[in-house]
């Protein structure tokens, strides 16, 4: 099955500054990379997502980039604010035409310093 | 935002009780899912639902058992659970359809096995 490996597990940056985390995935045939932000309490939220068929997406303060050769995809938050703070998760999936079935990173707690 | 509705948001029960976790989506959606978060662990897929007929089943325990009635319903049915059994059951919906959907989650139930 998939395996998703997803760094650091916390990381802290002063407000204004950049974010990235970094995820890598195990199978070749996964073909779907969301990223979600949990805040404290509250439920997973997409916030961006990307497919096998494109290297880089962004959406305002928040890109992904993904590295087919290398099973790695990262997110890039800049600009931090506040707001920020919460916990990410990567996740991938394979399939086409069944349910999609989420594997999830360990999730990164990120905190913006004001 | 109320797409995907969880009851109860908290639960406290016995290791002999019986009780169930019900989640009702108002997306339109056709597949739905259960997955698990505890403390310092990844999200856990545990059942998945397509056109109201399971896809998969993660070597769940047989103390959790999964219903889905229709589309827009899902139950969780528990009965003689763990202490480790406690943790956060996040109910999911998406459309499935070639091409990658979205997830959705709901606010989850807290559940706490005494």
């Known amino acids: 099955g998939e395996n998703v490996e997803q760094h650091p597990s916390t990381l802290s940056v002063q407000e204004g500054d950049s974010a990235v985390i970094k995820c890598t995935y195990s199978?070749?045939?996964?073909?779907?990379f969301p990223w979600y932000k949990q805040e404290l309490g509250k439920r997973p939220q997409l916030i961006i997502d990307?497919?096998?068929n494109v290297g880089e997406k962004k959406d305002q303060r928040i890109a992904v980039t993904l590295n087919k050769t290398a099973k790695h995809f990262s997110l890039h938050i800049t600009e931090t604010q506040p707001e920020d703070s919460a916990v990410y998760f990567c996740a991938a999936s394979w399939g086409s035409g069944s349910a999609r079935q989420l594997t999830f990173g360990s999730g990164t707690q990120l905190t913006v310093l004001p | 935002e109320t797409g995907v509705t969880q009851t109860p948001r908290h639960l406290v029960m016995g290791m002999t009780n019986k009780k169930s976790l019900k989640c009702e989506q108002h997306l339109g959606h056709n597949a739905m899912y259960w997955y698990k978060q505890s403390a310092k662990k990844p999200l856990e897929l545990m059942f998945v639902y397509s056109l109201e007929e399971r896809v998969e089943n993660n070597s769940v325990p047989s103390r959790f058992s999964p219903e889905c009635p229709n589309s827009s319903h899902l139950f969780l049915h528990l009965h003689t659970l763990q202490p480790e059994d406690s943790a956060l059951y996040l109910c999911?919906?998406?459309?499935?359809?070639?091409?990658?959907?979205?997830?959705?989650f709901g606010e989850g139930s807290w559940l706490t096995v005494v």
């Open positions: 990307i497919r096998s």
């Open positions: 199978d070749s045939a996964s073909n779907y």
């Open positions: 999911a919906s998406s459309q499935d359809k070639r091409g990658g959907d979205t997830i959705y």
